[in-house]
């Protein structure tokens, strides 16, 4: 191969853009530990997989005393698949990510909304103490109760006063280079009791910050910011280093996240920064140059880079690349020769772990078919639409059918469902959970008019009037509503913003109608699992017919009968009482043709 440079055999040289300072990078992966592949086969890698191609990287830079390679984390691990819904503590989920030998890992807002993933991570031996002082929480405080009795006037004095969730900064020592590393969080306004977000204005203010910047010895700064790409939060930090530092020509990389895309934007010439996707359907890669290598060659100031100029991309020493999450891409960025190649020994028992973990929490038990894909943006009236087939089928066969003999109606967040159904292969449990990863409990308002709920709706929605728009709709009406005064639907809603909708709805109606909101025992994301289990069967699918045989064995005299219920699992019970009733529909055929012959 005319492009492999290799330093040995068994370490060939890497087509990626390789600099002074190099980090892989994995943002908002929301529990997509275990990939994409079973029905996006294009996004096939597991975390295994990535801890391989890291592993692969660092083996090759071991090798090269001038350039370091560092491995980072840009938070939110939660919310997303069934390894970490809404309600669970995350722990299974933990001890996998405890696995990954990050450098640098920075909270996400997902992780901070319930106090029971924060109370898991905080757990003796747990996932803040695995990582230690690499747990970057500049702005994320644990709430101390005994300050907030006090009340604090001066936010500032106050904010630095709390202990962070985790460490403040870090200085990573590389072979050559030192980097001084440190994770924001947006502004967030509404975690769970157990912390609080100290705003980033505040933080650089504080002595510590600028202590660190002024006191510690480093070669480049890398800030884990999850926050948007283009956040003026970003900005607010660089102006900060760069008013600390003195020195405009100081080297700093933003890893930033939250908003889910892939990007880049160069800051300043000396400043970039990158933004690597989402639910593991990418890996990052950049590289960006060292203080101390560019005042040892001053040759390289005049390549750094310049905004103004058009093509100041490919002089740039501030490099960037997006691999897809794939074995093929992995194994190419690395000019290895397959993707078995690839796999490594831990990468590998990482990956089977996944799967154990996935097994032991029911998460691969197949219960139905997609009819076709279906996706969870776009217009809410599109063929295609998850909001089409819920508002259509799925609330209609389930809760509505079920609960009322009048007619029903529902109003939920446009930000209900989070990924896409694939008609690939046959559908499990966590492809639901990653369709509704909240679990939301449905909340019963009451009954009103049609007129009532229509106003409501346009009120939710800003009084946009294109109900169809994806764009415009901040929430979803479900069920045939009609426009007066006399028809009486019953409205249901989730908890997740209760209050908001619950004031809405009690400046419509005024005070002649008590608004008293009651939690249903359903779920959002209960009500789509019935709804596969009982209306998606796979056709002519063996395996979908041994799942229903199984759900429904334990009223079946014949698995007591057979003892199957005790010596097998419901699944393999099933599979057997189905084998069971087609041998005996072929001796009745076989009789039946041999009394016609």
């Known amino acids: 191969m005319s492009l492999r440079q290799s330093k040995s055999a068994s370490s060939p040289s890497p087509n ?88 640098a890992v920075d909270c996400g807002n997902h992780e901070l909304y319930e106090s029971l993933k924060v109370e ?122 760069r008013k600390v530092v003195g020195d405009d020509t100081l080297p700093v990389q933003f890893i930033t996240g939250h908003t889910h895309y892939r990007g880049s934007k160069q800051l300043d010439d000396y400043a970039a920064s990158v933004e690597a996707g989402r639910y593991l359907d990418t890996v990052g890669f950049v590289s960006f140059p060292s203080m101390k290598q560019k005042k040892q060659n001053p ?40 993707t078995s190649d690839l796999t490594t020994p831990s990468g590998k028992e990482l ?22 894909d279906y996706r969870y943006s776009g217009s809410v009236d599109a063929d295609d639409s998850l909001w089409k087939v819920f508002r259509e089928q799925v609330a209609p066969l389930t809760i509505f059918e079920q609960e009322n003999q009048q007619p029903s109606a529902m109003l939920l967040s446009i930000e209900s469902w989070r990924y896409n159904l694939f008609s690939h292969s046959p559908l499990v449990v966590d492809d639901i959970w990653a369709v509704a990863p909240f679990n939301d409990t449905i909340i019963d308002l009451g009954s009103f008019s049609g007129s009532t709920i229509l106003k409501l709706n346009a009120t939710m929605n800003g009084h946009h ?16 509503v009609v426009d007066n005064d006399d028809d009486q ?22 005070p002649d109608q008590r608004i008293e909101p009651n939690a249903t025992t359903y779920t959002d994301t209960a009500l789509w699992m019935s709804f596969v289990r009982n209306h998606w069967p796979c056709d002519g699918d063996d395996v979908a017919a041994s799942n229903d045989t199984a759900a429904a064995s334990s009223m079946d005299p014949l698995s007591s009968l057979f003892g199957c219920s005790e010596t097998m699992s419901a699944k393999l019970c099933g599979v057997f009482l189905l084998a069971l009733l087609l041998l005996t529909r072929t001796i009745v055929r076989r009789r039946n043709a041999n009394r016609n012959s």
């Open 16 to 103: 990626l853009p390789l600099g002074d300072i190099n980090v892989v990078v994995l943002t908002d992966v929301h529990s997509w530990v275990g990939g994409h592949g079973r029905q996006e086969p294009e996004l096939d890698a597991d975390y295994g997989d990535v801890l391989s191609f890291y592993q692969h990287l660092k083996a090759y830079m071991d090798n090269d005393q001038d350039k370091d390679l560092w491995f980072v984390s840009n938070g939110d691990w939660a919310h997303g698949t069934g390894l970490a819904p809404q309600g669970a503590s995350g722990s299974e989920l933990l001890t996998i990510l405890e696995k990954m030998p990050w450098d």
């Open 465 to 480: 009037s294109d109900q169809y728009a994806y764009s415009s709709l901040r929430y979803v009406l479900v069920g045939d």
């Open 120 to 241: 898991t991570m905080l757990q003796p031996n747990g996932y803040i103490d695995t990582f230690g002082n690499r747990y970057l929480t500049a702005n994320v405080l644990l709430r101390n109760e005994r300050n907030n009795e006090t009340g604090h006037d001066d936010a500032l004095n106050f904010h630095e006063n709390n202990e962070p969730l985790g460490n403040r900064y870090k200085v990573l020592r590389g072979k050559k280079n030192d980097l001084l590393v440190f994770g924001f969080l947006y502004n967030l306004r509404d975690p769970c009791d157990m912390v609080e977000i100290a705003k980033v204005e505040e933080v650089v203010r504080q002595e510590w910050f600028q202590n660190a910047l002024k006191n510690e010895s480093y070669d480049a700064v890398l800030v884990l910011a999850h926050m948007d790409l283009k956040d003026p939060l970003v900005y607010t930090i660089l102006e900060a280093i």
């Open 299 to 338: 040759s390289r100031i005049a390549t750094m880079g310049d905004p103004k100029n058009e093509n100041h991309k490919n002089d740039s020493e501030f490099r960037h690349v997006f691999l897809n999450a794939n074995k093929k891409a992995l194994a190419n960025a690395l000019n290895l020769d397959t």
């Open 351 to 372: 990956s089977e772990s996944i799967v154990r973990v996935q097994q032991k929490l029911g998460l691969l038990e197949e219960i139905g078919c997609s009819p076709r």
């Open 489 to 510: 639907f019953r409205l249901y809603t989730e908890e997740y913003g209760l209050k908001t909708m619950q004031h809405a709805l009690e400046k419509i109606v005024g």
